[in-house]
């Protein structure tokens, strides 16, 4: 009787347990966007390593910058306004820290680079055109 009672207060356990996790997943997917907006900004900065060697920016760099836009973007009760602030506001952040440590002839590279990411990541630009763009026509 008494580890039929234990078994049932484990077996009550180990359902809520699944709950929270399943409950944490959903809260973690809906910051989905605002994470692969930073891991588009991150590569964007890394790539700045191929213009100028000095050009190299940390992962702990990068985590501390994201930490702070996190703790200084608008707080919202609304989630989808959360979102939007907080990757608007590290956005913000992330590229005025970036353009402070740039020398002035490739601020404007970065910024067509940066916005050129961002555009992709969204879907917003034609690969076939981005393309023609980069390479020019290859008719002959």
């Known amino acids: 009787e008494r580890s039929k009672t234990k078994s049932n207060e484990i077996k009550q356990k180990v359902e809520e347990q699944a709950q929270t996790e399943q409950n944490i997943d959903e809260a973690r997917n ?3 966007p605002v994470a ?3 891991a588009t900004l991150f590569f964007c900065v890394s790539s700045l ?3 100028d060697p000095m050009y190299q920016y940390s992962l702990q760099w990068f985590n501390n910058l994201f930490q702070l836009g996190i703790e200084t973007a ?3 009760e609304n989630l989808e306004k959360r979102l939007w602030n907080l990757r ?3 956005t913000y952040i992330f590229y005025s820290n970036v353009c402070r440590s740039l020398f002035e002839v490739h601020k404007l590279m970065f910024s067509f680079i940066l916005c050129i990411a961002i555009l992709q990541s969204e879907n917003k630009i ?3 055109e981005w393309r023609f763009l980069l390479a020019g026509s ?3």
């Open 30 to 32: 809906k910051y989905r």
């Open 36 to 38: 692969f907006r930073g």
């Open 49 to 51: 390593a191929e213009v």
């Open 74 to 76: 608008e707080k919202s």
């Open 88 to 90: 608007e506001h590290f």
């Open 126 to 128: 034609d690969a076939v």
């Open 138 to 140: 290859t008719a002959v």
